[in-house]
């Protein structure tokens, strides 16, 4: 299957539940790249900071690209200017870097809060306390060039439905609560970023607004070098 016949295939089913489809191009070449973007993808996922700045130099300016990996605070100032979505931040001290850099590039910058909810030690992501937390916190109420448009998550990786399921569902109610106790009145609060190649269908089952989908656009991923130089 080419990636264009891949991406339709998954607009159809996306499009028509009202969800967003991210394809995550991080290891991918710009050819690849642009041979979705002719196929009208237009909303691109990077985890490694240098390779989002390489191709966003090079590919079309009308490419909205968004941050899925982990953001360092030493490494924000190079997307700042043109980045249109960080979906992965897991502090306040992260969106006090991110706010001191839209002022200085002139703009607000969209933001989700990412969640930890897998059964696992690797993933990123602030807990229920730490999250409702940092909504009460003064000095996040005082960041005027961010704007929090959900809430993102990475489900645990197994085999096991019923677990992710679970997470999904956990995530989807607290998303909810937040949206109905902090943002009642706000409609840009309205991303729920959960479910990739692997669990994607389960993720919209339970309420996912927008998947970031890799694999199964582009086929089997090569780990290149730039995961050392982030």
């Known amino acids: 299957m080419s990636i264009a016949s891949n991406l339709e295939a998954l ?9 967003q489809l991210v394809a995550v191009s991080k290891t991918k070449s710009n050819s690849e790249i642009m ?4 196929a009208g993808q237009r909303i691109f996922g990077e985890n490694h900071v240098q390779e989002l700045i390489e191709k966003a130099e090079l590919l079309p300016k009308d490419i909205q690209w968004h941050m899925i990996g982990h953001l360092q605070t030493n490494k924000v100032k190079y997307i700042a200017p043109f980045i249109s979505l960080i979906a992965s931040i897991d502090s306040l001290k992260l969106l006090k870097e991110v706010n001191k850099h839209a002022i200085k590039a002139n703009r607000t910058i969209d933001c989700l809060l990412q969640v930890y909810i897998a059964d696992e030690d690797t993933k990123f992501g602030l807990d229920h306390a730490e ?32 677990v992710i399921k ?18 009642r009145k706000d ?3 309205n991303i729920l970023s959960m479910g990739m190649s692997s669990d994607y269908k389960l993720a919209i089952e339970e309420g996912s607004t927008m998947v970031r989908i890799g694999s199964t656009i582009f086929g089997k991923r090569v780990i290149k070098h730039y995961k050392n130089n982030d």
């Not at 607009?11 to 969800?19: S, Y």
């Not at 956990?170 to 937040?178: H, P």
Request: proline share 0%; aromatic share 14%; glycine share 6%.
């Open 166 to 183: 679970a997470e999904f569902y956990e995530l989807k109610m607290l998303f909810d609560g937040v949206k109905a106790s902090f943002y």
């Open 35 to 38: 041979e979705a973007y002719e």
């Open 11 to 19: 607009r159809l089913e996306t499009e028509a539940k009202g969800v």
């Open 131 to 162: 999250l409702i937390e940092l909504l009460r916190d003064e000095e996040f109420l005082e960041l005027k060039n961010i704007q929090i448009c959900g809430l993102m998550g990475i489900a645990s990786n197994t085999d096991n439905e019923k």
């Open 187 to 189: 409609d840009y609060f």
